[in-house]
């Protein structure tokens, strides 16, 4: 049972960690990936498309990192799936960041997409990128095509010598065409294929050129294709496109003049209403935003948030079931450390990420269950949330040092300035610092301590009389790592069973969309509503 198991875990009278091993053991019980509660993502996709063909993805790592690249590349084929499966073209992106997954999104699969977010800057990053799209456009696609024509050139000569000749005597026979080749080919025993590949005629090698044009040019048309596509996503005014095919205008017939310019007027009428597929977009957003204040034209829509921050995934499901409009959701969250939590102590911590969050509106417990239990799992429990279980086992070690820096830093501040809280972060200091003296000085300025206040002298007595404790604080550190799933899946099912309470949700589940070494926020949870996909 639970209960016995934990009791070899933990000392009945004073709670401590009696066994390590059954610790790891009961952690790895209760992780998501061991309580069989995900949807496979294989599973949803199929249910999803039910006959529809698979698209073949476009590379995505031309503009992103590999991580990225990961990400949009998996959550835009299922974001496409279940738009489809809707009936719906439009999405909105909640914590669009700078666009990645917004724009792979309108350009690969054609949906009109509104990417919000709450940080300007976030925003001009977004039109930033379609800029560097602009300017490097030409390159690119000078380069994948000369990529694609390299690729088949390789293939065709990897591919083994196939003659129209049946036998000697018949050297006039006529060349097959592509069906009997690839029926003939299947046909031809190990003895015969040495006898085919020794015999190369002219007749053959001018066959096989014929058809390298034809795929070359074949593949040619769908790279165009996918530059349109591309283009979609861009201002209308944010490539020019140049024809290698234009002559002088002086020897054109009249008639040929008209037909051209016809064709230039219904080529810009096209462009100009299937341009700007992609809109960035800056506002905060919380659980009672409105969103037709936002988009003026909204209509049936998925909700999607890629690695949304602290409440922002929370309150992306709350508007998902609040809102008629928006017809399904696909929400992945990250920084569990900034959730706000409705039973943390008796006192409210500010954070600005969610000054709106006031009231009944809390990042945690979000279902009934837990509210009923007054559930809290507190700030070091969220931060533990955050550490990347999988990462650690494949070789990828804690910053040891830079905890152990922190640590002492509070011991420091606690014992010389009697502060044991504050709304002030150290923040990203370690990296900046060349010692630990100079850690702790930049750290008590940004904390605007002063830090006169304490010599080098008595700092550095600090450090050398914690330093041989560095290995404690390290096998502290492993064992919240080894704890973090379990803590991930409380906020995770937290966010399942609040939809599952929810009267018009059709389906909901969790899934498993990202390798979690190189996304390790990698869990998505995902719901239907049944008025639109009944």
Same mark, same amino acid.
């Given at each position: 049972t639970d209960e016995s198991m934990l009791?070899?875990?933990?000392?009945?009278?004073?709670?401590?960690?009696?066994d390590v091993q059954s610790f790891a053991l009961a952690a790895r019980y209760y992780s998501l990936s061991n309580l069989g509660l995900c949807t496979p993502l294989e599973e949803l996709l199929e249910a999803l498309r039910g006959e529809r063909q698979e698209r073949n993805d476009i590379k995505t790592d031309e503009f992103m990192n590999n991580k990225k690249s990961h990400e949009v590349q998996v959550m835009s084929e299922l974001v496409d799936s279940i738009a489809s499966y809707c009936g719906i073209k439009q999405v909105i992106d909640i914590g669009s960041g700078k666009g990645y997954l917004s724009s792979f999104l309108s350009m690969h699969y054609n949906l009109k997409v509104y990417g919000i977010d709450s940080s300007n800057t976030n925003t001009q990053g977004a039109h930033e990128r379609n800029r560097k799209l602009k300017k490097h456009w030409k390159a690119y696609e000078r380069r994948a095509r000369a990529n694609l024509q390299s690729q088949k050139l390789e293939e065709m000569n990897d591919r083994p010598v196939q003659t129209e000749i049946k036998c000697e005597s018949n050297t006039n026979e006529k060349p097959l065409n592509n069906n009997s080749n690839l029926q003939s080919q299947d046909q031809v025993t190990t003895q015969d294929s040495d006898v085919f590949t020794g015999i190369a005629t002219s007749e053959s090698s001018k066959q096989t050129e014929i058809s390298l044009v034809a795929q070359t040019q074949s593949d040619e048309n769908k790279l165009s294709e996918n530059v349109l596509d591309i283009l979609n996503v861009l201002p209308a005014d944010a490539v020019d496109i140049f024809s290698s095919s234009r002559c002088n205008?002086?020897?054109l017939c009249d008639e040929e003049k008209a037909r051209r310019k016809m064709v230039s007027l219904q080529a810009k009428a096209s462009k100009s209403s299937e341009s700007n597929l992609y809109f960035p977009l800056t506002s905060y957003i919380t659980a009672e935003t409105e969103l037709s204040d936002i988009i003026t034209d909204l209509?049936?829509?998925?909700?999607? $948030?890629?690695?949304?921050?602290?409440d922002l995934a929370p309150n992306t499901l709350r508007i998902f079931t609040t809102k008629p409009e928006i017809k399904a959701v696909c929400s992945v969250g990250c920084c569990y450390h900034l959730l706000s939590e409705q039973y943390e102590n008796q006192e409210v911590i500010f954070f600005p990420f *969610?000054?709106?969050?006031?009231?009944?509106?809390? $990042?945690?417990?979000m279902c009934q269950y837990l509210k009923d239990e007054s559930w809290c799992c507190g700030r070091n429990a969220?931060?533990?949330?955050?550490?990347?279980?999988?990462r650690v086992a494949v070789g990828q070690t804690l910053p040891t040092e830079s905890l152990f820096y922190r640590a002492v830093l509070q011991v420091i501040i606690e014992e010389n300035y009697g502060v044991t809280k504050s709304d002030r972060h150290v923040g990203k200091i370690f990296?900046?610092?060349?010692? *630990?003296?100079?850690?702790?000085?930049?750290?008590?300025?940004?904390l605007e301590l002063d830090d006169s206040k304490l010599s080098d002298s008595c700092i550095m007595d600090y450090y050398n009389g914690y330093k041989d404790r560095m290995n404690e604080l390290e096998a502290f550190n492993m064992l919240k790592v080894v704890l973090a799933p379990c803590i991930e899946v409380l906020i995770l099912l937290d966010r399942l069973c609040f939809?599952?309470?929810?009267d018009n949700i059709a389906w909901s589940g969790l899934v498993k969309l990202f390798d979690p070494v190189k996304s390790p926020r990698c869990y998505g949870v995902i719901a239907l509503k049944k008025q639109s996909c009944s």
């Open positions: 009791s070899s875990v933990f000392c009945e009278k004073c709670q401590r960690l009696i205008c002086g020897e209509e049936d829509s998925v909700m999607v $948030g890629l690695h949304t921050c602290g *969610f000054a709106d969050c006031t009231g009944e509106v809390w $990042g945690f417990p969220r931060m533990s949330a955050c550490l990347a279980l999988e990296s900046k610092s060349s010692s *630990f003296l100079d850690y702790v000085r930049k750290s008590l300025k940004k939809l599952k309470e929810q």
